[in-house]
């Protein structure tokens, strides 16, 4: 996983909420393979007519079509669990979403793919949407260690994040191998658990 | 080892899977883990890293989301679109090569991911499930934590049994009195929502609790608990009672015996002791729930069936406005216009939400009483449900009523496998989504019980089913 430090990038403002993953990546896309694809998939229905010529929605063009990060209202990523919204962020380009909230899955999905959902408050996403939306293509930064979105008026955001999801990010860190130090651990409570619940060992 | 401070079943199936914390968060053991033809992402991670699945007998494939409805008589071979198909098969290939026990296309219990495990017995109180699909929260209506996690985290699963967690904050929805004349558990789950919105629980675990909660069925407590997701909360349960043990007793993976016995003694004790703290009480009167359907592109845009089209010229806030005006443009509606009066294009009964015996019962008793207007699909959640339906007789009430008798899977609630909506086209659906294009680019969703949808079908638009049986 590529880590996440620092990010200054194009922020694109989206005031709609509750954006869901089914958005982000259509259903019918779910089956390609990571990779490259994915950047064109991304909002594919909002970005391309059915006949598969572009619409007018904001990525498709200049200066969106460069964007880093997407700063959002509540409730992004909420419905399904599809990690292929991740992959589609990923691969256009986009490093950091800040919303109010975000649907749970999908929060945990950006973080073991090394995208930053990121979190402040409804009035501080709204005014920093309101700047974009005046200076389009306008640069926002995000500083991870230590936990400030700097807005397109130089005006400094503390966010809050939990410790392991930032040293996760920060190191770009697998999480497989951080369990795996932790296998004796496992089979000790597993050896447990089954001495009391012996009902369910066959299956273990 | 009795504790003295009363603890919620939340906490004490938390704390029985808990092997450590570190760095403020949980390592949780994982019972059961339950993969999809989309969980190929997942299995992709592990042959990129050369990592095995470390308890294959933990781990259970379906094939459901990418399965044709019908024409299965040449097996995978029968599936046009190539791409569709070899979902199919690489899932089944990867099942295989991994060891783990897949309930495949030809498989004759085969079926939804979240309709198999219960009937299966897979699913038992009192376990840590996780699932590659949102609607894992199913199970919890059997005392489990079940959590829905995508390609990364299932990947993990696999390779450790185990999953990173911070405990949710527990949220209890009590829901008292008696259901009316026409009122399901669908109608139940659609009120909640509308009442608390789509993000009204996330980060929490809800408890569904109370007396309408306990006269439910298993099949009604699986619909409340699927669509808790649509609440945001990614577990929803119910504590197992004589009712849920009544349905897992004798079925294949059930324990048997002494060790019945055993499993049962456990079992009673999980449920929230008197006087456990949650951090969040919602409440709602059953008596004041009626026969609901969705008129927006969010599962909150919910209202009776006696309703109308909001206006919303009507709402102050600026951006509830704007958020109606956008569902109400891309559904096609009209503004105080009565939900009765939407006419339809298809009806579809079926899903991980409503595609159980008991909706299909629900159904076809609405069925009998006239004939299909518009194209109307029934497609049972496994082949047990079809086979029991069979044995019922009520493939002959649909077929009668015109209704088209179909084979297990997802269909057209996530539209993948190529059954879908054409652009501009609306649906009654017993699904749990009505998200944009969900049932197909450019397709309308209205969200609703299986009587319900099956009273559209037969009026060819959105109806009040109290009006039909009476």
Known sequence: MQPFTTLTAIAVPMH????????????????????????????????????????????????????GIIVADRNFGCGSSRETAVYALYEFGIRCVIAPSFGDIFAANCAKNGLLALTLPEEECAAIRRQLQDQPGAKVSVDLAAQTVTDVQGKAHQFEIHEVRKRCLLEGLDDIARTQQYSGKIAGFEAGYYKDRPWLSARA | ?????????????????????????????????????????????????????????????????????????????????????????????????????????????????????????????????????????????????????GASEFAHVMATQALWQRKPKAMRVTIDGELGFGVTAKDVILALIAQIGVDGATGHAIEYAGSTIR????????????????????????APDDKTFAYVEGRPYAPKGQAWEQALDSWRALATDDGAKFDKEVKLDASQIAPTATWGITPEHALPITGVVPDPASIKDAKKRSEYETAIEYMGLRPGMGLQDIKLDRVFIGSCTNGRIEDL??????????????????????????????????????????????????????????????????????????????????GRTHLLSPAMAAAAAIKGHLTDVREIIK
């Open chain 2, 215 to 238: 006269n439910l069925s298993m099949e009604g407590r699986m619909t409340i608990c699927n669509m808790s997701i649509e609440a945001g909360a990614r577990v929803g349960l119910i």
């Open chain 1, 16 to 67: 709609e909420a509750n954006i869901d993953t089914n958005q982000l990546c259509p259903t019918r896309f779910n089956k390609v393979p990571r990779g490259p694809k994915y950047r064109e998939i991304l909002f594919y229905d909002s970005r391309f007519k059915p006949d598969g010529t572009p619409t007018e929605f904001m990525l498709n063009a200049a200066p969106y079509d460069q964007s």
């Open chain 2, 361 to 442: 019962r629900a159904a076809a008793a609405v069925a009998k009483h006239g004939k299909a207007k518009v194209m109307t699909w029934v497609v049972p959640g496994s082949m047990a449900v079809k086979r029991q339906a069979e044995a019922e007789g009520l493939d002959q009430i649909f077929t009668k009523a015109g209704f088209e008798w179909r084979d297990p899977g997802c269909s057209l609630c996530t539209a993948i496998n190529g059954d879908n909506l054409q652009p501009g086209e609306r649906c009654a659906s017993t699904s749990n989504r009505n998200f944009r294009n969900r049932q197909g680019p450019g």
């Open chain 2, 1 to 149: 080892m009795n504790s003295t401070t009363p603890q919620s079943i939340i906490e004490k199936l938390w704390n029985s899977h808990h092997i450590l914390t570190d760095e403020g968060e949980s390592l949780m053991y994982v019972d059961v883990a339950l993969a999809q033809e989309n969980t190929l992402h997942a299995f992709t991670e592990l042959e990129k890293t050369g990592r095995k699945v470390l308890k294959p007998g933990q781990i259970y494939a379906f094939t459901d989301h990418y399965v044709p409805t019908t024409g299965r008589a040449k097996g995978t071979d029968g599936i046009p679109d190539i791409g569709i198909r070899n979902m199919v098969i690489d899932m089944q290939d990867m099942a295989k090569k991994y060891g783990v026990t897949l309930f495949g296309m030809a498989h004759e219990q085969q079926g939804i991911m979240h309709i198999v495990p219960p009937e299966q017995g897979i699913i038992q109180p009192g376990l840590f499930v996780i699932g590659n699909d949102s609607h894992t929260s199913t199970h919890g209506a059997f005392g489990c934590l079940a959590y829905g996690v």
